[in-house]
C-alpha cells in the first residue's frame, strides 16, 4: 500500500521524464526519503517499549526507547547519505536477440566515501546491488527481458538504498534514454542460406567482396584492419581501403523472397539465421529486404548493420 | 573504466549473519539466565545450537507443525513451572524468551530477521524488570550495540562485512543518537504509570523491612549491603545517636510475634516543640510497603501521604518505585501526654499464658517499685547492661517461650530480642510499650555529604508512655551494647562481609574512598536516570529556568526544538565531510610550488614530469637545490609512494609555503 502510494507521488514529482545529459549527480534536491515496511515495524516497536518503559516506570527502558528512536532519526541521515553525491554516467548496453536479456548498463562514482549496498532498478523489476567503491568506478549492469525484435528503450530507473539498518528507502530517479537493440530470434530451423546465385543479369557489375583486388578507396569506419591499405599509409596516401571484387559464385545474396515463413517476422527471423550462418562460415554476403538493400560485405560491423536493419524493418514500436 | 565489483542480488542470509544474530541473542538472554527454570535455559541453548546448525550445515528448516507443537509444549511447561495461569513478570519474560528462541527456527527471510532483532529490544527490556543499576545499564548498551551491528550486516551485500564493518557503523550510530536521546529523556512529558494493572510479582524481592517482627527477622535483614534510603540534611547533621529513623510502630503482640496495627488511624500531630527543626530531603529506594521513614518526630506529611497517630507516616499508594520527599523534624519532642483508655489497654496487652518467667520479672519490678515507671525502666536497662551479650547470631529460640529462653537461659541477641522482650517486661510491669521498627544511623559519604542508611542500619527499638511525658523512646540495645547506637552495627559487632572486612584491612583508605566514589556515582544514576519520574521533571526543569508551571505542550516545544537543532547539528556535522575534496592535498601543495617557480620564470612544461622539472630547476638555479629536491621528495613519496600521514602532508604544506623562488 505503501509502495504505491510512494509510487504515485513520485510519478506526480516527476511528471515529465526528459532524458537528461550524463553525468547525473546525485544533488540533495533530488534525493526521496521514506521509511520501509521494516522502519514502520521499527515505530511499532518503539511505541510498544515506550509503553511498557511507562507503565512499568522503568527509567532503563525510557532510555533504551529514546536510543533506539534517535538512532532511527540518525539512520534517515546515514542512508540519505549513502546516495548522496553520486555521479551516474550511462553504460554500455549492448544489442541482443529477442527472447535473451538486455542488459542497460550504469556506471556509478563516489566522490568519498565507499557507499554500500546501493541499487539501480527499473519500475517492477528486480533491483541489482552493489558496493560502490570510492577508489573505482562501478558497473550496474540491469537484464531486462527482451521479448520482441525492435529498439528497446530503457526508461526512467530508480537507484535507492537502505543501507544501513533498513529502516528508510532512500531514492532518486534518473532516465539517460537508454536504449538496447534486440535483433529478431534467430530461426535455427530455416536452414543454410540459400546459394543459387539470382544476380546473372547483373553479371560484369563488381560487387564488393574480397576475393579479387579491384581498387583503393576512402577508409569507412568499419573497414576491417586487413582491408587497410597499410602500404599506402606509409607512403603518407592517408588512410585507404583496398577493395576486393567478390567472385559471382561465392557471392551470396539473404533475400526477403527466399525466406520463406507465414508472416513477416518468421521471415526475419529466418534471415537474422542466415546472417549469423553466413557470418560464421566466413563468407561474405549482402541484405534484401523491402525498402532496403545492404550491399555485399562481412565482418562485425556488416553483420551488425545488417541485425540493426532487421531489428528495425518495418520501423516497430518502441517498447 | 573498470568494474570493480560485479552486480550482486539483495542481502541474504550470510552464515555470519546469522551467527551475529544468535550472539547477540544469547548475549541479552544470558542475564536472565539465574532466573528462568532449569528446562527454559536447556531450550534456549538448543533452540540456538539447532539454528545455527541449520546455517553452517545448510540444513532444512524444521516444518510448521513442529514449531506448533513446541509453542504449545513451552507455553503448558512455562504456566506449570510457576503454577500459574496468569502471565506474571517472571513467568511471562520465560515464554518471551523461549518464544523469541524457537522464533529464530521460522527465521529464513529478511523479514523474519528483522523481527527476531526488534524481538531482541524487548529482551533487552525485559532485564530491566530485575534491575536498572550501572553495570547492567552498560552490559544492555552493548547488547544494543550488538544487536545494531547485526541489523547493518544484514543490510550489506555481496562480501560478508567483517567485524569492524559491522561495529563501527552501529557505533556511530548510536554514539550520534546519544545526544537525542539524552533530549528526549529530560524532556518528553512523563506519565504516571502503570497504564494497566501489573502483575502480581512485578515487584518481587525486593528487601526491607516488614510488617511483623520476630526473633531473627532483623538479623537476616542486617546481612544486606542493600541502600534503604539516602538523606541529604540541609544544613548540619544531628548527632549520629538522635538518627532514629522511624518505620511501622508495633502494638499487636502474640507472646512471639509483634505486628504493625491496623489500630493507628490518621491524625494532625500534635506534640510540643523544644529546638530549632531539622530540614532534610530523603530518597527511599523502592520496598513495597506503604511506609516511608522520617526522624522523630515529622512537623508534617509530605504530598501523598499521611501520617498516623503512632508518628508513622504512611504512603497512600505503595513504595514500588524510588521516591523522594522532603521533611521537617523536631529531635527534641513531646508527644501523647494523653493517652485515650482503649489505646492504653491496647498497649498494656498481653498473653498471659506465654512467656509467664518474664511476665512474673515485670510483676516483681512493679512491686518492688510501687509502680514508678522511670525507676522500673531503669532497673530494666541495669538488667541488660549486666548479663546481656549483642550478638548477630543468636541462639534459636523455642516457638511458645521465645523471651523467656532468651531473658533467663541464652541472654545474648540482636535488636529484634532487646526491644521485643523489654516491650514485654514494661507491659508486665504496667507500662504501656510498643514496638518501633526502622533504621538506626547511616553512613556519611563525604564526597557529597549524604547520609546513606543500608538495611544493615536496621533497628528495633521501644517506646514507653509515662504520665506527664507521653510516649518516650527508649532503646535497650543502647543498654547492652552503646556502641551500636553510636557508631553503627559496624562499630558494635565488626565488620560484616567479605567487603567491610577489606575495606576494614585498608589501612590508607583507598577501597573506602573507591567505595564512596562507586556510592557517589550510584547514588547520582539512582537520583537522575533510575529516580526521574514526573516530579524529578519539574523539578529539573523548573531548575533549568523553564518556568515553574511547565506544562506538556511546553515541554514538546522545547523537545521538537532541540531535536531540530541536533539532527541539523548532525546533519551538517555529516555535511561538511563529504563535501567533494578539491584534490588530492599533496598534489595542491606541489601546484603551489610549481606556481611559485613558474612566478620566478620557470614555467613547467605540460609534459614534465616532478623529477625532470626538478632536474631543469636545480640546473637554472643550483641555490634552489637543497629544498627544491626535499619538496618534490616528499611530493612523489606522497603522491606515488605508501601515502602520506596527515603530519607529513602538513610537513609538505610547511616547506611549499617557506619555499621562496623570486
Not at chain 2, 518528553?188 to 531473627?216: C, E, H, K, N, Y
Not at chain 2, 512493679?366 to 522511670?374: H, I, K, Q, V, Y
Not at chain 2, 514538546?556 to 531540530?564: K, S
Not at chain 2, 611559485?596 to 625532470?612: H, W
Request: one cysteine or more; glycine letters at 8%.
Amino acid at each position: 500500500m505503501f509502495a504505491n502510494f510512494r509510487q504515485s507521488v513520485s510519478d506526480w514529482i516527476f511528471r515529465a521524464t526528459v532524458p537528461e545529459a550524463p553525468p547525473v549527480t546525485l544533488s540533495q534536491r533530488r534525493i526521496f526519503i521514506l521509511p520501509t515496511r521494516q522502519g514502520y515495524y521499527f515505530a511499532f516497536t518503539l511505541l510498544l517499549l515506550l509503553m511498557a518503559s511507562i507503565n512499568y516506570t522503568l527509567s532503563l527502558g525510557f532510555l533504551l526507547t529514546f536510543l533506539l528512536a534517535a538512532m532511527g532519526s540518525v539512520a534517515m541521515l546515514h542512508t540519505w547519505r549513502n546516495l548522496a553525491h553520486l555521479r551516474l554516467r550511462p553504460g554500455p548496453c549492448p544489442p541482443v536477440f529477442a527472447g535473451e536479456a538486455a542488459h542497460f548498463g550504469v556506471t556509478v562514482e563516489t566522490p568519498s566515501r565507499t557507499r554500500f549496498a546501493v541499487a539501480v532498478r527499473r519500475r517492477g523489476e528486480e533491483p541489482v546491488f552493489a558496493d560502490i567503491d570510492a577508489s573505482n568506478v562501478t558497473m550496474l549492469s540491469m537484464p531486462v527481458p527482451a521479448p520482441r525484435r525492435g529498439r528497446l528503450a530503457c526508461g526512467r530507473m530508480e537507484i535507492f538504498t537502505r543501507y544501513p539498518v533498513g529502516l528508510f528507502h532512500a531514492w532518486s530517479y534518473f532516465d539517460f534514454g537508454l536504449t538496447v537493440i534486440v535483433y529478431p530470434r534467430p530461426d535455427t530451423a530455416a536452414g543454410p542460406p540459400p546459394t543459387h546465385s539470382r544476380n546473372e543479369s547483373e553479371e560484369g557489375i563488381p560487387i564488393p567482396g574480397d576475393d579479387e583486388f579491384n581498387m583503393l578507396r576512402p577508409y569507412h569506419a568499419g573497414d576491417p584492419p586487413r582491408q587497410i591499405a597499410w602500404k599506402a599509409l606509409a607512403r603518407e596516401q592517408g588512410l585507404l581501403s583496398k577493395e576486393f571484387n567478390a567472385t559471382a559464385s561465392s557471392e551470396l545474396w539473404l533475400d526477403w523472397n527466399d525466406a520463406r515463413g507465414a508472416d513477416p517476422e518468421a521471415r526475419l527471423s529466418a534471415l537474422t539465421h542466415w546472417v549469423m550462418e553466413a557470418e560464421r562460415l566466413g563468407q561474405g554476403y549482402g541484405l534484401r529486404i523491402p525498402g532496403m538493400t545492404l550491399p555485399q560485405g562481412r565482418g562485425e560491423a556488416h553483420r551488425a548493420r545488417c541485425l540493426e536493419a532487421l531489428a528495425l524493418f518495418g520501423d516497430p514500436k518502441p517498447q | 573504466m573498470s568494474a570493480a565489483s560485479l552486480p550482486y542480488g539483495g542481502p541474504s542470509l550470510d552464515v555470519r549473519n546469522v551467527f551475529w544474530l544468535l550472539a547477540s541473542m544469547a548475549f541479552v538472554v544470558a542475564p536472565h539466565l539465574e532466573r528462568t527454570p532449569a528446562w527454559a535455559t536447556i531450550f534456549c541453548a538448543t533452540m540456538l545450537a539447532w539454528r545455527a546448525w541449520i546455517a553452517w550445515a545448510a540444513q532444512r528448516f524444521p516444518s510448521h507443525w513442529i514449531i506448533k507443537l513446541l509453542t504449545v509444549g513451552v507455553t503448558v511447561a512455562t504456566l506449570y513451572s510457576y503454577r500459574t495461569f496468569v502471565i506474571g513478570r517472571d513467568a511471562g519474560v520465560t515464554l518471551l524468551i523461549v518464544m523469541a528462541s524457537m522464533k529464530l527456527l521460522e527465521m529464513r527471510t529478511q523479514r523474519e530477521v528483522v523481527l527476531s532483532i526488534y524481538l531482541g529490544f524487548f529482551l533487552v527490556l525485559t532485564n530491566f524488570l530485575y534491575s536498572q543499576s550501572i553495570p547492567l545499564g552498560i552490559y544492555l548498551l552493548f547488547s544494543v550495540w550488538f544487536f545494531v551491528a547485526t541489523l547493518v550486516g544484514f543490510h550489506r551485500v555481496g562480501r560478508t562485512p567483517t567485524m569492524r564493518e559491522r561495529l563501527v557503523p552501529a557505533g556511530l550510530l548510536l554514539l550520534q543518537a546519544l545526544p537525542l536521546m539524552a533530549v528526549f529523556f529530560m524532556l518528553f512529558p512523563r506519565i504516571q504509570g502503570p497504564l494497566w494493572a501489573l502483575p502480581q510479582d512485578a515487584r518481587a524481592g525486593v528487601t526491607g523491612l516488614s510488617d511483623s517482627m520476630t526473633p531473627g527477622n532483623i538479623s537476616q535483614l542486617i546481612q544486606s549491603e542493600g541502600i534503604a534510603f539516602r538523606v541529604r540534611f540541609e544544613d548540619r547533621i544531628p548527632p549520629y545517636q538522635t538518627l532514629y529513623w522511624r518505620g511501622p510502630v508495633m502494638w499487636n503482640f502474640d507472646g512471639r510475634t509483634w505486628k504493625a496495627s491496623e489500630f493507628s488511624r490518621a491524625a494532625t500531630l500534635e506534640y510540643s516543640k523544644a529546638e530549632k527543626p531539622v530540614r532534610y530531603a530523603v530518597t527511599l529506594e523502592p520496598h513495597g510497603k506503604h511506609w516511608l521513614f522520617a526522624l522523630d518526630v515529622p512537623a508534617t506529611a509530605p504530598p501523598g501521604s499521611s501520617a498516623r497517630d503512632d508518628l508513622q507516616l504512611r504512603s497512600v499508594r505503595p513504595v514500588d518505585q524510588t521516591v523522594r520527599y522532603e521533611l521537617t523534624s523536631y529531635l527534641d519532642y513531646q508527644y501523647g501526654e494523653k493517652l485515650a483508655g482503649i489505646l492504653r489497654r491496647f498497649a498494656l496487652s498481653l498473653d498471659e499464658d506465654r512467656n509467664p518467667r518474664a511476665i512474673a520479672l515485670g510483676r516483681q519490678w512493679r512491686d518492688e517499685l510501687g509502680g514508678n515507671a522511670t525507676a522500673i525502666v531503669n532497673r530494666a536497662f541495669q538488667f541488660y547492661n549486666r548479663e546481656f551479650t549483642y550478638t548477630l547470631e543468636p541462639p534459636m529460640l523455642g516457638e511458645r517461650d521465645p523471651y523467656d529462653e532468651f531473658l533467663f537461659e541464652t541472654k545474648r541477641g540482636f535488636c529484634e530480642h532487646y526491644a521485643g522482650s523489654f516491650a514485654l517486661l514494661m507491659r508486665a510491669a504496667g507500662i504501656p510499650a510498643r514496638v518501633v521498627t526502622g533504621y538506626q544511623g547511616g553512613d556519611i559519604n563525604p564526597l557529597n555529604n549524604e547520609l546513606i542508611v543500608r538495611q544493615a542500619d536496621a533497628h528495633a527499638w521501644t517506646e514507653v508512655w509515662i504520665e506527664n511525658r507521653g510516649w518516650v523512646r527508649t532503646d535497650p540495645t543502647a543498654a547492652v551494647s552503646p556502641l551500636r547506637v553510636e557508631g553503627g552495627v559496624n562499630a558494635a559487632l565488626g565488620p560484616i562481609g567479605a567487603m567491610n572486612s577489606l575495606i576494614a584491612a585498608d589501612k590508607f583508605g583507598v577501597l573506602s574512598r573507591l567505595r564512596y566514589a562507586w556510592q557517589f556515582a550510584n547514588s547520582s544514576w539512582e537520583q537522575w536516570v533510575v529516580g526521574y519520574n514526573v516530579e524529578r521533571q519539574r523539578q529539573f526543569l523548573t531548575q533549568l529556568g523553564l518556568g515553574l508551571n511547565i506544562d506538556w505542550r511546553t515541554m514538546a516545544l522545547w523537545l521538537i526544538g532541540l531535536t531540530f537543532l541536533i539532527g541539523g547539528a548532525i546533519s551538517l556535522g555529516l555535511l561538511v565531510r563529504d563535501r567533494p575534496r578539491r584534490g588530492e592535498p599533496s598534489l595542491v601543495a606541489w601546484k603551489r610550488f610549481c606556481a611559485k617557480l613558474a612566478a620566478a620564470g620557470l614555467v613547467r612544461a605540460p609534459n614534465e614530469g616532478p623529477l625532470d622539472y626538478l632536474a631543469r630547476v636545480t640546473k637554472a638555479r643550483p641555490e634552489l637545490e637543497p629544498d627544491a629536491s626535499e619538496i618534490t621528495r616528499r611530493y612523489i613519496d606522497a603522491r606515488y609512494g605508501s601515502g602520506a600521514t596527515a603530519n607529513e602532508i602538513r610537513e609538505l604544506r610547511r616547506r611549499v609555503r617557506a619555499f621562496k623562488a623570486a
